[in-house]
Each structure stands twice: as structure tokens, then as C-alpha cells.
């Protein structure tokens, strides 16, 4: 199973989630970045990619499991013609998830090709996309959430409505005085979806540790943390219903492909228009693609890290052209050493120095594309919380993008390029633009 990260790509065999410790050693100095920005061209729609042939078997994957498009096979029939593979379940979007012999995956993904499958990738695991830097005690916000995003002026015009659901799917949630209104936890919902259960708690190794640190908490504190409330620190958006959804297993922080595909399909039923992946893969996921599209179908719109690499290669599912990806900037609007490059970048936001919510009612600051994707889906559903009070509808994700990207500050080389994208996300641009915007 393909495992994604929050945006430290962690290695290994498990998908591990990094911690921002209250009291930590000096952290190691970031990755040295191997990328530099280069002119990418103007505006276009990228092909969608049909599923056809194997899987990349060389990214971290769960041992013993297979996903298959069986282009018309009935599933006994793939059983049948190749021997040791075992069908599990049918997941959403025709494919099949099966057991095989654990260590046998890829020669077993070849031979269901043989036998006339259309598609093979394993269970990918995840990992999250965060490479926290030393917590700090509410330092000033303003020249990230105004110097560079211009939220002032953008609340002057909206601070977001109530009734918009934004899910973030990640490790789950803690509660915590400065984030105590803002959860949406529907009842006998699954929200849970790592370990099945109703209880979306980040009870990962990383939030249970004795430096705990909380990914899934201090993305959605980046979006909506209870503002302007005398205490803690602001979010993007004054207001609106964080929906958490936990795709990390308790056990061992695993992130896998049919979880994340199943949390974005939740999100989209349960009414989400904005859904936030701050973490990322190898490779195209063919499951999870066809989870991104169903959302996207719904009327959601998708936000994604690139990574924390630092190199040439952005991320799945920022790759995806269904999905905003985001890069990261520091307070000098200078691309961070750690933002992934690649043609795929649509936008920058603030994501060195964060300040973010932590356990036990805590503050701390965190480093990576993993907060500037929030800083994006906080921005998303401002302008749609005002697109919907002046039109009595939301954009379209088509909208929300062409919005985005058209008001974005230009940065680094001229026009759209693989480092900053089309550049940085401007809330104070996206509130008062007649002509992409609000036509």
C-alpha cells in the first residue's frame, strides 16, 4: 500500500509521523535544495492519466496486498489464473484489494497482468508532510498572515462562513482550549478511518510520545483556530467546521492508499468544499486518484503539500491536476530550501516558522509544505464563504482555482514556473478581484 507522508518524508517500512517537541535539541539544519525554479509556461489543463500497467513497487507499500483493476475480469476469474492471489474486497471505482504471498507483490502484480488485469499497484503507504522546526510560545502571526497574505484587509470583507465544512485529512485531532468551537463530529459517523471506529483522537505514536506532537492538530489550527478570542493564536478563517479525519492507524502511524481514498470520499459526502492533504507519496495512485475525482465531482476543492525534499518532484496527490499543490515560502517570500519543486506547483504560502496548536493546550512552531497547504485551504474557503453569500451558491473547483492562481503575487522567475508556481496566495487579491473572482 502506498504510504504517504507528512511532509518530512520519513524512511522506512512504516509510515512515521515527525514531531515538533516543546522542549527539543536543536533541530538538523534542512534539507540543501537541489531544485531551482524554471519558467513553466502559461496556464493549461494537464491530461488525465488512464490507468494502465504496474504500479511503482520501489515506494514503501504494505506487505502482502495488492490493488487491481481488473478491465473487465470478473474477480474469480483473476483468482483463478494466477495462483496464491486471494480477493479481499471491492473498493469504489472498480478496483479489487488482494492478498498475495508478502514479498511476492510485484511478481504477483505481473502475472495478474498476464492473466489480463488492466492495472496492478500496491497498498502504498503514506507519510505526513511536516518538518517541524522549535516550538514557540505565540510569536506574532502578522507577517506571515498579513505581510504576505494580506488577511487583514481579506476579513474586512469575510472571516468565513459557519456552515462550510473543511476536512482535513490527516492524523486526527486533540481538543484543545483555543480550537474548542470549530470541530464538526457528526454522530454515528466513521471518522476514524485508519482503525474504523467514530473517535478521529490522534492517538498516533507521535501525539502519545514524551515530546507529543499532533500533525493532524496543528494543520487544521493553521485553517481555523478559534480567533479572536483573547487568547492562543488566529486562524485563517474566523469561523466554519473543521470536519477531522484520521487516516494514521493508533498503532503505528501508518497512512495507507485505501484509507486516505476512503477519508476523501467521506469528506466529500459529508459536504466538505475544501479538503486538505498535508501529506504525499510516490508516485500516481490510481486508487486515490479515483477518490480525488469523486470529491472534485462532489463540488470539493482539494489542497496538497508538495513535500519537504527539497529536489525536483512533486509529490502524489499534489501531482495530481485535480488537486492545488503547494509550496512553501519563508517570511522573505523566498522558496523554502525544503519546497519540492516541479511543474505540478500551482501556489506558494507561508510554511517556515508556523505557529500551530500543540498537545496540552499548547503553542509551538513547525516548519513545512505540510502548514503552507492549510495557510491555501484557509484562503479557499474564505473566498467561497463570500462567493456563496453574494451568489447563493459555491465556485466550482474550476472557479476556486482560476481565482487563485490569476490574483497570486508573481515570485522568482517571470510567469508560472516549478518552484513558486503561479506564485503567492493573496486572500486581500481574491476578496476584491471582479474579473476572475467575482465576475
Not at 299 to 325: E, F, H, K
Request: net charge negative; with cysteine; aromatic share 6%.
Amino acid at each position: 500500500m502506498k504510504r504517504l507522508a507528512l511532509l518530512a518524508l520519513l524512511l522506512g517500512t512504516a509510515f512515521l509521523l515527525t514531531a515538533c517537541p516543546l522542549n527539543p535539541p536543536p533541530p538538523p539544519p534542512p534539507p540543501a535544495s537541489t531544485c531551482s525554479p524554471t519558467p513553466t509556461g502559461s496556464l493549461s489543463t494537464q491530461a488525465l492519466r488512464e490507468p494502465q500497467g504496474l504500479g511503482d513497487f520501489s515506494a514503501p507499500h504494505v506487505p502482502g496486498e495488492l490493488l487491481v483493476l481488473p478491465g473487465g475480469l470478473a474477480p474469480q476469474s483473476l483468482a483463478a489464473r494466477v495462483q496464491g492471489v486471494e480477493v479481499r474486497r471491492a473498493l469504489e471505482g472498480g478496483f479489487l484489494q488482494v492478498k498475495v504471498p508478502p514479498g511476492q507483490e510485484r511478481t504477483k502484480a505481473e502475472a495478474l497482468l498476464q492473466a489480463g488485469a488492466r492495472w496492478v499497484q500496491p497498498n502504498y503507504l503514506y507519510q505526513p508532510l511536516a518538518s517541524p522546526n522549535d516550538p514557540s510560545y505565540f510569536p506574532r502571526q502578522r507577517p506571515q498572515l498579513n505581510g504576505l497574505l494580506g488577511l487583514e484587509s481579506a476579513w474586512d470583507s469575510e472571516k468565513g462562513d459557519p456552515n462550510l465544512i473543511v476536512a482535513v485529512v490527516d492524523t486526527g485531532y486533540l481538543t484543545h482550549i483555543d480550537a474548542s468551537g470549530r470541530w464538526y463530529l457528526p454522530p454515528g459517523e466513521t471518522l476514524d478511518l485508519a482503525d474504523n471506529d467514530s473517535d478521529p483522537v490522534d492517538d498516533t505514536p507521535a501525539a502519545r510520545g514524551s515530546s507529543p506532537f499532533s500533525h493532524g492538530l496543528a494543520v487544521a489550527s493553521v485553517i481555523g483556530a478559534d480567533t479572536n478570542n483573547g487568547q492562543g493564536m488566529a486562524g485563517v478563517t474566523w469561523f466554519g467546521r473543521l470536519l477531522p479525519l484520521k487516516v494514521a492507524r493508533s498503532s503505528n502511524g501508518w497512512i495507507t492508499t485505501t484509507v486516505v481514498a476512503s477519508a476523501v470520499r467521506k469528506a466529500a459526502d459529508l459536504g466538505a468544499k475544501v479538503i486538505n492533504l498535508s501529506l504525499g507519496g510516490g508516485g500516481f495512485d490510481a486508487v486515490l486518484e479515483n477518490a480525488l475525482a469523486y470529491a472534485r465531482g462532489k463540488g470539493a476543492t482539494l489542497v496538497a503539500a508538495v513535500g519537504n525534499d527539497g529536489v525536483d518532484g512533486v509529490l502524489y496527490p499534489a501531482s495530481s491536476p485535480r488537486v492545488i499543490a503547494v509550496g512553501a515560502v519563508d517570511n522573505d517570500r523566498r522558496k523554502a530550501s525544503f519546497s519540492n519543486c516541479g511543474p505540478e506547483v500551482d501556489l506558494v504560502a507561508p510554511g517556515v516558522g508556523v505557529v500551530v496548536l500543540a498537545p496540552s493546550n499548547a503553542l509551538a512552531q513547525a516548519s513545512g509544505t505540510s502548514f503552507a497547504a492549510p495557510m491555501v485551504s484557509g484562503v479557499v474557503a474564505l473566498y467561497m464563504s463570500r462567493y456563496q453569500r453574494l451568489y447563493g451558491t459555491y465556485p466550482t473547483p474550476d472557479q476556486v482555482y482560476q481565482c487563485l492562481v490569476q490574483t497570486a503575487e508573481d515570485l522568482g522567475p517571470s510567469g508560472r514556473d516549478t518552484g513558486y508556481g503561479f506564485g503567492l496566495v493573496r486572500a486581500d487579491r481574491v476578496m476584491t478581484d471582479p474579473t476572475y473572482c467575482f465576475p
